[in-house]
């Protein structure tokens, strides 16, 4: 049971350049996340996916596009970075949106854009 | 929109003391308030949780309290040690919305030897 997995680690970019981060849970959860972590700004939701099939805007979403592809993975697309998304993602899930489920993350993908 | 605010964003106390982090949120539909503890590098974990039909909280040397009038709660944590170092994260659950959590920009403990 890895829990949640997301995939690279790290990354570095050029501005323009397109990327796909990926992201799996093995936990059977419906809810997934993605979330950005910035110095000061604590974590704050991109984009998130309450069940298979829907998708909907976070927080800050301009300049990502996500991808629930099935119950089990949620990808986040950045399809023409600029140096201010360099930034800590996280991937994380629960087992429903309802309220009291506990948030899992991922370990983090590290991403610059030059 | 909604937000949790975090308060102090430094704390620097002495190994053995006590330290408390407070937050207070705006939405009175919130009902779930959990607390994540992330080390240098590492993700964010949960280290507590409370709902709101409750008022206080213990798990060995954490608790956390919860006042839903004054729409605020903090985290203890008592008898400090060493590895209690890393970055605090309060939440709220964005008034029971599908989005999730709304998280605080978080507590920088540092534990002084």
Known sequence: NAG??????????????????????????????????????????????????????????????????NKREFSLRLESAAPSQTSVYFCASSEAWDTGNTIYFGEGSWLTVV | GEN?????STL????????????????????????????LGKRPQLIIDIRSNVGEKKDQRIAVTLNKTAKHFSLHITETQPEDSAVYFCADDSGGGADGLTFGKGTHLIIQP
């Open chain 1, 4 to 69: 949640v997995t997301q995939t690279p680690k790290f990354q570095v970019l050029k501005t323009g350049q397109s990327m796909t981060l990926q992201c799996a849970q093995d936990m059977n959860h419906n809810s997934m996340y993605w979330y950005r972590q910035d110095p000061g700004m604590g974590l704050r939701l991109i984009y998130y996916s309450a069940s298979e099939g829907t998708t909907d805007k976070g927080e800050v979403p301009n300049g990502y596009n996500v991808s629930r592809l």
């Open chain 2, 4 to 8: 949790v605010e975090q308060h102090p």
């Open chain 2, 12 to 39: 620097s106390v002495q190994e053995g003391d006590s330290a408390v982090i407070k937050c207070t949120y705006s939405d009175s539909a919130s009902n779930y308030f959990p607390w994540y503890k992330q080390e």
